[in-house]
C-alpha cells in the first residue's frame, strides 16, 4: 500500500501490554460500532489470540468491553444465529480476567436451544463443541463420531497437494479445535502431519501470509517445528505492516493478516504486536507483495497437459523457466522449506487424468 503514514513517534514508547490493550480499545470502541457482525468477528478474533497465547495486557485492558459483557444475554438472546461469535467473546473474556460468571450460564443456554444442531458442517460443529466443553457441557453428545470424521479428512494428504484455500484453512481450524487452541496434544496421524506440510508449501508458493501464519501455529500447535524459512519470511513480513490511526484509518484493512502474523509470532517465540499503537481508530496496512509463483506453476503444468510428469526432478527445468526471476527466488525457497516438495509435487502435477486420458 503506497502513502502509509506512520504513527507518531511517543506511541511508539507504550510497553507490550500496553500495546495489546491499545488494540482492545481500538477494536471493541472505535473500528466498528453497533450490533455490526463484523465487530464481533473482529472482536472474537483479537480477543481469541490474546487468549490462547496468554500475552499480557495490563490492568484494565478489559474495560472497553464491560458494556458487551454487562448486556450479552439480551444481544445472544436477539441473535442466537452468531451464538459462535458470542460464546467466544464471553468465554475468553471470563478467562482474561473479567470479572463474571455468565459463560457456563450461556452455554446451558445455547446447548439447550440446540444451537449446534442447526450447523450443516462438521467444523462448525467442532467448533460449538470446543467452545460450550469449556465450561463442561458438550451440545452434541449424541454424535460420537464427529472427531473420527475431522481425523479422516486431515488424512487425506493429495486434498492439501494442489491449491484448495478453503480446505487449508479448515485443516488448519481443525487443529485448533482438537488442541484446545495449544493446550493438549491433538494427536495427529503422520498423514495428517504431511497435510499440513504441503498445505504450507501451498501457501509459500502463493506468498498468502494470512494462510501461512495459521498453518504455523497449528503446526506448533501439533508438537511440529515449522520450516525456519516460512516463519523468517513470515517475520519479515510481519514487521512490514503500517498502522493508520484517527480519521486515515479505513477498516477495509488487512486487520486479519496483522492479527495472525503476530499471533505466529507469539507462538514461535518471536517479538509480537511491535507496532505503534493508539487507543483510537486504527487499520492495518500490509505494502503491496510481489505476487507468489503458484499461479504461473500452475498453468505452466496444465498447458503441458499428458506432457506433464509427476517427477520433481523431471519438470524442475521446465518449472523454472515458465516462472519470473522473482517466482524463481520463490520457488527455491519453497524446494529448500521441505524435504517432502518432491512428494507434494507429485500429487500437484495431477497426471491421473489428462487430456487424452478418455
Known amino acids: ?84 461469535f458470542f460464546l467466544s467473546i464471553c468465554l475468553d473474556l471470563e478467562d482474561l480476567g473479567m470479572p463474571g460468571d455468565k459463560g457456563e450460564a450461556l452455554c446451558r443456554w445455547a446447548a439447550r436451544e440446540g444451537l449446534a444442531d442447526a450447523e450443516l458442517s462438521d467444523l462448525q460443529r467442532a467448533e460449538a463443541r470446543r467452545l460450550m466443553l469449556r465450561r463442561g457441557i458438550d451440545p452434541l453428545p449424541e454424535d460420537a463420531g464427529l472427531e473420527d470424521r475431522l481425523r479422516l479428512f486431515m488424512d487425506r494428504s493429495e486434498t492439501f497437494a494442489m491449491p484448495n484455500k478453503k480446505a487449508a484453512y479448515e485443516l488448519t481450524h481443525i487443529v485448533f479445535y482438537l488442541s484446545e487452541y495449544g493446550r493438549r496434544d491433538p494427536g495427529l496421524s503422520a498423514a495428517a502431519a504431511k497435510s499440513l506440510e504441503f498445505a504450507g508449501i501451498l501457501a509459500f508458493l502463493d506468498q498468502n501470509v494470512d494462510l501461512l501464519a495459521e498453518i504455523c501455529v497449528a503446526m506448533r500447535h501439533a508438537g511440529i517445528a515449522p520450516s525456519s524459512i516460512w516463519e523468517d519470511w513470515l517475520e519479515q513480513e510481519t514487521r512490514r505492516f503500517a498502522v493508520l490511526s484517527g480519521a486515515r484509518a479505513d477498516t477495509g484493512d488487512e486487520y486479519h493478516e496483522f492479527l495472525v502474523c503476530n499471533w505466529a509470532m507469539a507462538v514461535s517465540g518471536r517479538p509480537n504486536f511491535v507496532q505503534a499503537m493508539t487507543r483510537d481508530r486504527m487499520s492495518f496496512h500490509r505494502p503491496a507483495p510481489s505476487a507468489g509463483p503458484l499461479r504461473e506453476v500452475s498453468q505452466c503444468m496444465f498447458r503441458l497437459d499428458d506432457a506433464r510428469s509427476d517427477d520433481w526432478e523431471t519438470m524442475r527445468p521446465l518449472v523454472f523457466d515458465a516462472v519470473t526471476e522473482t517466482g524463481q527466488q520463490v520457488l527455491a525457497a519453497a524446494e529448500a522449506s521441505s524435504t517432502r516438495f518432491a512428494e507434494f509435487f507429485s500429487g500437484f502435477a495431477r497426471t491421473g487424468l489428462r487430456g487424452g486420458a478418455l
Open 1 to 84: 500500500m503506497s502513502n502509509v503514514i506512520a504513527l507518531n513517534v511517543p506511541s511508539r514508547r507504550l510497553g507490550a501490554p500496553a500495546r495489546r490493550a491499545a488494540l482492545v480499545e481500538s477494536f471493541a470502541r472505535h473500528r466498528r460500532f453497533g450490533d455490526d457482525v463484523f465487530w464481533l468477528k473482529e472482536n472474537a478474533e483479537l480477543l481469541n489470540i490474546l487468549e490462547c497465547t496468554g500475552l499480557d495486557l495490563g490492568p484494565d485492558a478489559l474495560a472497553p468491553h464491560e458494556g458487551f459483557y454487562a448486556d450479552i444475554e439480551r444481544r445472544l438472546g436477539f441473535f442466537p444465529q452468531y451464538y459462535r
